[in-house]
C-alpha cells in the first residue's frame, strides 16, 4: 500500500472513531478531574491501536468495541499514571469493582469476559452496563435518557453489579 492509501485509510479510520474515543476519554477523565488531559490521551489512544492493531479479532467482537477497550483502558491507565505523579488518590465513590484491567496485556481476558457478561444479562442490561461501565455515563445522566429517578438508576446498577459478580464467580472470577 503507497503512502497516500495509508494516508487516506488513517483519516477514514480517525473519522469513524474520533467522536467515540473522545467520549470515553472525556468521562473518564472528566470523572477525575484532568479534563486538560484529554487531546493528549486521545492521541495516545489512537497511537496504541495503532501498535495493537494486528490482536484485533473479527470473530471477536466489532472495530467499535477494540476501540472502546483501547480508549477505555488507556483512559484509565493515563488516569492512574497521573495520579501516581501527582501522588493523589482517587475516592471510593470514582472507583467500581467493575472498573476492569489497567493493562492492555489483559484486554483479550477482559473482552473475552465482559462478552460473556453481555450474553447472560437481557438487552435492558446490556444497555444499562454499556452506559454505566464501558462509556461511564454518570447516574444521572442515564436517569434522563430513560426518563426514570437517578434513584432508580442507582437501584438498576446495583443488581445489575450484584447479577454480574454471580456471573463471574459462577465463572470461576473472583471479585
Known sequence: MDNDNIFEVNNIFYDRYNPLINKIVARILNNFGQSSDIDDCVNTVFLVIMEKLQQYNETRGSMAAFVAIVARST?????????????????DDNI??????????NEVEFDMIISGIFEKLNNSENILFTMKYILFYPSDEIAKIFKIKRNAVDVRVNRLKSKIKKILTRGGITI
Open 75 to 91: 483512559a484509565l491507565n493515563y488516569c492512574k499514571s497521573n495520579m501516581r505523579k501527582t501522588d493523589e488518590l482517587i475516592g
Open 96 to 105: 467500581d469493582v467493575l472498573s476492569g484491567p489497567l493493562g492492555f496485556e
